[in-house]
């Protein structure tokens, strides 16, 4: 019976979600064991910044699009929320904008991301459970206990560049090392053991649990889909440099002082995976990119929302450079925004048409259309580097010369201090360097360059989405006209 008193029963808290990082984990950062993922400099921001969505939904602040109720009768991050109308799909767009602007879009994986793979997998059971039916019952299983758990998930699929990790990179029978792509060494009735190193994982030090496997494996015992918990024994968590500035204050910048998601290289030493945690294995069809680009749609919507996202807050940031440098009256400086406004309105519009067009999975699951969610992130994918350019440009020297708080007060010239040169019409010195830093950090930082590396090459690159327009564009009609209007006959 539902325990009315603890309905919020499967949700965590800021304090639990960090409680719950501080487990066996082994995560290396520039050569040192990170003794508390939570505290550590390369890390703790990033966490925290995510742990203050977990008190969010936790404390019921924003019921209405983090949270929904379960079939139990309990509340579940809606996150794990299996969309079945246009209306679920409309809260979720919602919830991913609401999360999203926390960090202006640059947590890609924010606790909302991987959760989907759970939900975008269940929406393609039926082919999991024909082709691998073994393990298939474990997708709602886990979909379930993930949910239940309110976990945060990573990936970490890609293979590292060294050759003989990467599946096209040695001879499919040379033995490991010699070939050393990811493998299940053994299987039994209790599970698989598997060892290999994964390229990137995303938030993997961050998070609870990694979702790990390989595209294209070349062999069966190369192909699994499973989820390792991150302090599971034998995986480590090698992290990369960090890109923010953990160490600033929150004036001199605004954004890349509370930290960032790190990446990381996950190496696995044969690790155990429980049956239950094993989605498909031994199954290389399973595994192919175009299956994986299908069951993942739900993700990379996730993607898409978080994009438009994005550029809604550019062109506010340029809305408001423009008003605070005085430009909005010059015509060349609106042409400029106008960019940034178009990037904006159309993720809108593609956002929009990806509800309209969804359509019901295999496995009963509405997914947003797959054409306008390839179509908007190719757009966007184009246009990022060029309206990032903008915002710097708009900006002139200000971006450049931003200057401390005690710069500002000291004495500089005519009996004024130095911040006396540095007013604008519209706010003093202090707020003009303050949305300059902004800027700084949005738009020019190596955090910066690190997010937008990310929309860039995370998984489903450019030419993969550019090939999946063509091919399932919907031409019938066109083409059937065209062939009419000249009396172009097949043969
Ligand atoms: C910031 C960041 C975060 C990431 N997060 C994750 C994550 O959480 N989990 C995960 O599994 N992976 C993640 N990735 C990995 C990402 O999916 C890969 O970087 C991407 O798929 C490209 O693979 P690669 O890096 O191995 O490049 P390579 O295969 O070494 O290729 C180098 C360049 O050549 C291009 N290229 C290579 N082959 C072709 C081809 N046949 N056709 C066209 N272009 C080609 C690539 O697109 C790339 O630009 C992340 C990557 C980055 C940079």
Request: proline share 5%; hydrophobic share 40%; aromatic share 10%.
């Amino acid at each position: 019976m539902l325990d009315l008193q603890n309905k919020r029963k499967y949700l965590k808290s800021a304090e639990s979600f960090k409680a719950s990082l501080r487990d066996d984990r082994t995560v290396i950062y520039q050569g040192q064991v990170v003794e508390d993922v939570t505290t550590h400099f390369s890390t703790a921001g990033g966490i925290s910044q995510v742990a203050e969505i977990y008190e969010e939904q936790f404390s019921g602040e924003h019921d209405d699009i983090l949270t929904y109720v379960r079939p139990d009768g309990y509340l579940a991050s809606s996150a794990y929320m299996p969309p079945r109308n246009k209306e679920d799909l409309a809260l979720r767009r919602r919830a991913i904008t609401y999360v999203s602007q926390k960090t202006w879009g640059t947590h890609c994986r924010n606790l909302d991301m991987i959760a989907s793979f759970t939900v975008g997998m269940m929406g393609y059971r039926p082919t999991f459970r024909k082709k691998c039916p073994e393990y298939a019952e474990n997708i709602t299983e886990y979909h379930d206990y993930a949910e239940r758990n309110s976990l945060y998930l990573s990936e970490a699929i890609v293979d590292p560049q060294g050759y003989r990790a990467r599946t096209h990179g040695t001879d499919l029978n040379l033995p490991p090392p010699d070939r050393a792509v990811m493998r299940i060494n053994k299987q039994n009735a209790e599970g698989i053991w598997i060892s290999g190193v994964k390229g990137v994982g995303t938030v993997a030090p961050q998070s609870n649990e990694i979702f790990v496997g390989s595209l294209f494996p070349a062999a069966p015992n190369e192909s699994f889909w499973a989820y390792v918990p991150a302090d599971a024994p034998g995986v480590k968590i090698f992290c990369r440099e960090i890109v923010s500035q953990p160490h600033a204050s929150a004036y001199d910048h605004p954004l890349i002082s509370k930290g960032e998601e790190a990446e990381a290289m996950v190496v696995f030493d044969n690790v155990f995976i429980p049956r239950w945690r094993i989605m498909a294995a031994n199954v290389p069809e399973l595994a192919n990119a175009g299956f994986f680009s299908l069951w993942t749609s739900y993700s990379h919507w996730y993607t898409l929302v978080r994009l438009e996202t994005k550029a809604d807050l550019y062109a506010g940031l340029a809305k408001v450079i423009m008003e605070v440098l005085g430009l909005e009256g010059i015509p060349v400086v609106r042409q400029r925004v106008s960019e940034i406004v178009q990037l904006a309105e159309i993720l809108k519009g593609m956002c929009i048409a990806s509800i309209e067009t969804a359509e019901m999975s295999e496995g009963d699951i509405l997914l947003p259309g797959p054409n306008a969610l390839a179509a908007g992130r190719v757009f966007a994918m184009e246009k990022l580097p060029r309206v990032l350019h903008l915002l710097r440009e708009l900006c002139g020297q200000g971006l450049i010369l931003r200057f401390n708080e005690k710069d500002l007060a000291t004495d500089a010239a005519f009996g004024q201090k130095f911040s006396w040169f540095l007013d604008t019409q519209s706010v003093g010195a202090r707020e003009k360097n303050l949305l300059m830093n902004l800027v700084w950090d949005v738009a020019a930082s190596e955090h910066s360059t690190r997010a937008l590396v990310f929309e860039e090459q995370h998984a489903l690159s450019e030419p993969l989405l550019r090939d999946n327009l063509v091919l399932d564009y919907d031409y019938r009609e066109s083409t059937s006209l065209i062939r009419r209007m000249v009396g172009l006959n097949a043969k």
